[in-house]
């Protein structure tokens, strides 16, 4: 039988903020899993008092992170509007096939050539 190890609970408090990207990550986090930016590297190099945007090449990382998220939600409002035109021009093929096969004519309509 194997042992049931007790996993300590998730609260609130175990929740922290990247400092790149501003997503909600877990406190014992070393990378993030947002924007992969390495959290240790970033404690170590960064003083507490120290504001964040005082470093070039931290605001620099953070501004191509944020960069590549609205790249990302730019490219999914576009898959979104063309899944959902394909989906209505699918919708209205099937449509017109289903009125034509039940109007009793071929697939040229029935309306008195070869098919009717």
């Given at each position: 039988m194997k042992a049931v190890r007790n996993r300590p609970t998730e609260s609130k408090d175990d929740i922290v903020e990247?400092?790149?990207c501003k997503e909600?990550?877990?406190s014992r986090a070393i990378?993030?899993?947002?924007?992969?930016?390495d959290l240790v590297k970033?404690?170590?190099r960064r003083d507490p008092?120290?504001?964040?945007?005082?470093?070039?090449?931290e605001a620099e990382a953070r501004e191509r992170v944020l960069?590549?998220?609205?790249?990302t939600r730019i490219v999914n409002r576009v898959v979104d509007t063309l899944r959902d035109k394909w989906t209505d021009m699918c919708r209205g093929i099937y449509a017109r096939s289903?009125?034509?096969s039940?109007?009793?004519?071929g697939h040229c309509g029935g309306s008195g050539g070869h098919c009717s």
């Open positions: 990247c400092p790149l909600d990550i877990k990378r993030c899993k947002h924007c992969h930016a970033l404690n170590e008092d120290e504001d964040f945007e005082d470093d070039p090449a960069g590549r998220m609205a790249e289903q009125a034509r039940t109007s009793g004519g």
